[in-house]
């Protein structure tokens, strides 16, 4: 999970064409991790504790490029912000996070 790239208030009233312009970018640094099975920004009608309006969820098809990926850009500038990433296992997104697609 990236937290912090978009403000949760102005990721609520974003165009989604806007949010996707950015989940775009931010992929493209991404990708050189591994292969990204998935990825999404959550949007303001689907926010909620732990899944914030503006977070982006990453899903790579292997544990280990997920775990580079989290080595390599947690606290790393992009976009002029500095990146916070959360490790989460596949059980707790499944558990808790999957219905925000």
Known sequence: KVSSMIEQEKA??????ELEDMLDDLMSEFVKYGSIVDAFIVRG??????AEAGCVFIMFGEKEQAEKAHKEMNGKKFDKKDLKLVFINEDTFNKHFVFLR
């Open 45 to 50: 009608d689907k926010s909620t504790v732990g």
């Open 12 to 17: 609520k009233f974003m165009p989604a064409q």
